[in-house]
């Protein structure tokens, strides 16, 4: 399939593809959306950045445009977080103009009165996180007798966050014929169980190697001791053009690592899930508008940033499982760009990074560090970081550019 024309019968949503700027489908969607159009359950696995919000997000507008509107919700995406399912919600607002089809955003952190009263005005598709959604079914605020389509986007990461017990639940309370996509990174054991026991025979598609970052991503691993990560940092901003997106373990080692950053004259901001809602939306959108040049991020809170053309991702710390490092690199060289990935790791970290290396079957190309790298002082002062404004003018040197292929 050369053109989303080939794969969409719907003039409006042809218009609004070619309105967006969609033209050629990416592997994953063009081998996704023939079978899920055709009403089969789908288990997709593809790296991050292949662009599956697409490849469900058509089927369901195809399908769902295809009948008479009926009341109620009849499609369900179940995103692993807030950040994840605000940025599908964009791309079926980007999408659904003139189909007369409405999507409702149902998350933690955010006003509760708002999310029910737009699935109350009629909203047909709801995306949500597990939690949330599952506290509306228990007050017996929200039903899903009418769900016919479910979405299970992140499948694997929805798993690490101990989501299971919630979307068992939530599958229950659909229909039993209901029609099942699935996507995922990586196909865990655990994933594997889930697939089989509420999908009915569904077409498996795997696009490219799920156990091991893109191909165009340039990686490189440094020894350096751990009071000069800092410094270092400063030296690959200094050095380079563009965006990073650098990971911390820990929420307050993302909140520190960003204050000393913007303390240090650069354009940062963190997020991670001690931030609220708001504090989050305002990270991600400075970062994705260029107000901030980098973003400091934990893994779980990272799993919903799919911004494209960020030209760097540094571990500042490494990551608590090899796997891990396949979505935090992954961030970078999305949609077959060019990308760099940095590792930060100490002398006594190499068999940890060896680790990685074996698991992902990748090889990290060692570089040497700079020499007069300078320690980090203890107890420095750390300036309290502003929110972003967003009137402010932007830098466009970093800027993530928006991509033609979704996520």
Do not use: W
Not at 114 to 119: D, H, N, P, V
Not at 207 to 223: F, L, Q
Not at 260 to 269: D, F
Not at 365 to 383: S, Y
């Amino acid at each position: 399939m050369n053109n989303f024309s080939d794969l969409v019968s719907s003039p409006v949503l042809r218009k609004n593809l070619a309105a967006q700027g969609f033209v050629t489908p990416t592997p994953i969607q063009a081998q996704a959306i023939p079978p899920a159009n055709l009403g089969h359950d789908v288990v997709a696995t593809a790296q991050t950045g292949t662009g599956k919000t697409l490849a469900f997000a058509l089927p369901i507008l195809e399908s769902l445009s295809g009948k008479p509107l009926t009341p109620g919700p009849q499609a369900l995406i179940l995103s692993p977080t807030r950040e994840l399912a605000l940025q599908i919600h964009e791309t079926f607002m980007l999408l659904s103009p003139g189909t007369g089809i409405r999507a409702a955003v149902v998350v933690g952190g955010m006003s509760e009165a708002g999310q029910l009263k737009s699935i109350r005005q009629g909203a047909q598709v709801i995306i949500a996180t597990p939690g949330r959604l599952c506290d509306f079914l228990d007050r017996k605020l929200v039903g899903l007798a009418a769900i016919r389509i479910v979405v299970l986007d992140e499948s694997d990461r929805m798993l690490d966050m101990g989501f299971l017990p919630a979307v068992e639940s939530i599958l229950r309370k659909t229909l039993a014929n209901r029609q099942t996509l699935f996507f995922s990174a990586t196909l865990e054991a655990s994933v594997a169980r889930l697939i089989g026991k509420h999908l009915k025979d569904p077409v498996r598609i795997t696009v490219g190697s799920i156990t091991k970052p893109a191909d165009k991503i340039d990686m490189h691993v440094y020894e350096v001791e751990q009071d000069r990560k800092l410094a270092l940092l400063h030296h690959l901003l200094v050095s380079e053009q563009g965006s990073f997106l650098v990971f911390a373990r820990t929420k307050r080692g993302a909140e520190r690592l960003a204050k000393k950053l913007y303390a240090g004259g650069v354009k940062a901001t963190a997020i991670h899930g001690d931030r609220s809602q708001n504090q989050r939306n305002q990270a991600l959108r400075g970062f994705q508008d260029g107000q901030y040049r980098v973003l400091v991020a934990t893994d779980v809170a990272a799993r919903g940033i799919h911004v494209d053309n960020i030209a760097h991702v540094v571990n500042f710390d490494l990551p608590q499982q090899p796997e891990d490092f396949i979505h935090r690199v992954g961030r970078t060289g999305r949609a077959g760009a060019q990308g760099i990935a940095s590792t930060f790791g100490t002398r006594g970290e190499r068999r940890d990074i060896q680790n990685i290396e074996r698991t992902l079957k990748v090889k990290l190309i060692m570089k040497e560090t700079p020499d007069g790298l300078g320690r980090e002082e203890k107890g420095a002062t750390v300036i309290e970081m502003p929110a972003p404004n967003r009137y402010a003018s932007k830098t466009q040197s970093f800027k993530p550019r928006r991509s033609r292929f979704g996520r």
